[in-house]
């Protein structure tokens, strides 16, 4: 007689995706190094990169930080001289983000790095897999949490 198969619940699917959510920043992290940078520090310049001029709640709103977060990243991000602050031409009292010259090859680098990571990592999936993956995790997230600091 076959035995009935036993059904996975929400909370143990939750648990895998930690574990997995883990390793995966755990790998970046990894990867990034080799670069001389942390994680949350790439992913802020690149964001950047990407969508300058931005105000600090839309980045740290972008990247899935705490806008506190996101401040004392960046504050260090133009010590470092990878990004600065100008005043918007619109209302001189917002303070717009752009990448500095040197920011923006840096992040260059660090999205090339990040996607050979990725390709390492998901390299065990299928490209049916992958694209399975990808939809759960676009359902998963449609409805934005807010920002924390985990």
Do not use: C
């Amino acid at each position: 007689m076959p035995q009935a198969k036993k059904s996975v619940t929400a909370a143990q699917v939750a648990d895998e995706f930690s574990r997995t959510a883990k390793v995966l920043v755990r790998h970046f992290n990894e990867r990034l190094g080799e670069h001389g940078v942390s994680t949350p520090r790439s992913r802020l310049v690149v964001e950047v990169a990407r969508s300058q001029p931005v105000r600090l709640t839309e980045l740290a709103l972008a990247v899935g930080i705490a806008q506190g977060t996101a401040s004392t990243l960046v504050d260090a991000l133009v010590r470092d001289g990878l990004l600065e602050r100008q005043a918007s031409a619109d209302d001189r009292r917002s303070v717009l983000l752009h990448v500095t010259a040197e920011g923006a090859a840096l992040a260059q680098d660090w999205t090339a790095g990040y996607e050979r990571a990725a390709e390492e990592l998901f390299k065990p999936l299928t490209e049916e897999q992958l694209s399975t993956l990808a939809g759960i995790l676009r359902t998963l997230s449609a409805e934005k949490a807010p920002a924390t600091d985990d």
